[in-house]
């Protein structure tokens, strides 16, 4: 079902973007996917803003931190996977090899976070709800529908998200050859790893985000009209039409046509 209303531990919840210029990700977004912002000012003096789609929230925004900033970082998209504890979440990913890039903290009454790097480097957000789940619909035109990790080892990363948020692994190879991992929670699929050099050369380890659309040929060109970029042309893959692309702010994400008949746990 499109609309959610919670989230078992361990699974991808919701996603963000830390931006160069909100107004012109704002803007991005809103011609592409049609989304309307809510603007919240935050303890430290910003102002974080969720994207809504038909009255429901759907995504984030916010200024780029300093520190992305000034590493001359791109706009970049983050994604969260809801826990029930951040703080033993955290203390997980540490006994695995992982790292702290910002400790746990509370979100105001939203809920409690941390950001963690796994143990080949990839960042991913812990998240400990309490009035916020993260993305109230999901799997429908202009909502997050699918997380891919990608990383340079895959059996490595199996591990640490086994100990982490205990997702199972099962290593697969596409008609390509290429080498892919799915990730299951009580036997649902949860979330995906690739090779991160189909992300092209230079480009390190992180999470991949999808976003659900009804035509992406039509999205494709909608994304160009509003500044966006094409790093891949639309092709055809057993869950449906996809291209991936580049936001008017640099941050890179894919969209997908869903295939109704395509079943992620034959």
Request: net charge negative; charged share 15%.
């Amino acid at each position: 079902m499109p609309e959610r209303t919670e989230y078992a531990a361990g699974t991808p919840s919701f996603v963000d973007l830390a931006s160069t210029d909100v107004a012109a990700s704002k803007h991005f977004y809103g011609e592409v996917f049609g989304w309307d912002f809510h603007d919240e000012p935050t303890p430290q003096g910003g102002t974080y803003s969720t994207a809504m789609k038909s009255g429901k929230a759907v995504a984030g925004l916010m200024a780029q931190p300093p520190m992305m900033a000034e590493q001359g970082m791109p706009s970049a998209w983050s994604t969260y996977v809801t826990v029930d504890n951040c703080d033993d979440c955290v203390a997980r990913a540490e006994a695995a090899g992982g790292s702290v890039m910002m400790p746990a903290m509370d979100v105001m009454e939203a809920g409690r976070m941390a950001v963690v790097a796994d143990s080949t480097g990839a960042a991913c957000c812990v998240w400990e709800p309490k009035a916020s789940i993260g993305s109230e619909v999901v799997n429908e035109h202009g909502s997050w529908t699918w997380a891919a990790l990608m990383t340079n080892d895959q059996p490595q990363a199996s591990q640490f998200y086994s100990s982490v948020f205990g997702w199972d692994a099962k290593a697969e190879q596409m008609a390509n050859g290429a080498d892919v991992t799915m990730f299951t929670l009580d036997g649902a699929p949860v979330a995906s790893a690739n090779d991160v050099a189909m992300a092209g050369e230079g480009v390190p380890n992180h999470w991949h985000n999808y976003f659900a659309v009804d035509d992406c040929d039509g999205c494709l060109a909608a994304v160009k009209a509003a500044g966006g970029t094409v790093h891949m042309e639309p092709m055809d893959m057993p869950p449906g039409r996809m291209a991936t692309v580049g936001d008017s702010t640099g941050a890179v994400f894919s969209i997908i046509q869903l295939n109704p008949d395509f079943d992620p746990t034959a």
